[in-house]
């Protein structure tokens, strides 16, 4: 897999190989990988999660959209592309039963481009005339969402959404989330 990722030229077919040859699953401290089937893929995670590298997750063929943020960061940085990334968290000074989730947007000429893979429901390219633009219709999608999960309104006042920078590779569940909650603060564009 690595090969093919080396010969890629484009956008879309960064996307067309990140859809057909990495599932939804993570890497675990033990080397183990969690695939969605597993009884205990959501029971363990904080616990055993670490952030895998480019090489992890083209060697297993397996990452969350953490470590395919992580992977598309690699592959945009590499070709040149101005790149941000962002995360989503419903802030609760409670147990938070929602769903987070990291993204890419990468600049090409006059649009921002919101790069989606493991958000299954929205994956592709979605092109924007400005970032406010897309991070405004990217958060209505994060509320749509959380929507399915039965999220009391108020819970959706409590969404927040940072920029932050590339993460410690092989980093703890608990870490990289102290990277993304100590990025940029960009609440302004939530309406």
Request: aromatic residues 18%; contains cysteine; glycine residues 4%.
């Amino acid at each position: 897999m690595d090969l093919e990722y080396k010969n890629i030229k484009t956008p879309i077919e960064l996307l067309h190989f990140m859809m057909y040859n990495i599932k939804y699953g993570y890497l675990g401290k033990n080397g183990k990988v969690h695939k969605t089937e597993d009884k205990d893929f959501n029971l363990v995670f904080e616990e055993e999660y670490i952030l895998e590298t480019k090489e992890d997750i083209l060697r297993t063929g397996y990452g969350n959209c953490y470590d395919q943020t992580e992977l598309a960061r690699c592959w945009f940085k590499e070709h040149g592309y101005i790149v941000k990334t962002y995360f989503e968290i419903v802030n609760l000074d409670y147990v938070n039963p929602y769903p987070t989730h990291a993204f890419l947007v990468y600049q090409e000429g006059n649009t921002w481009n919101w790069f989606e893979v493991a958000d299954f429901k929205n994956q592709g390219i979605h092109k924007f005339n400005s970032l406010e633009e897309l991070l405004n219709y990217q958060i209505n999608k994060y509320r749509e969402f959380l929507k399915t999960f039965n999220i009391k309104e108020e819970e959706l006042n409590c969404i927040l959404i940072k920029e932050f920078e590339k993460p410690i590779l092989h980093s703890d569940f608990a870490s990289y989330l102290n990277c993304c909650l100590s990025g940029k603060d960009y609440n302004k564009f939530i309406n």
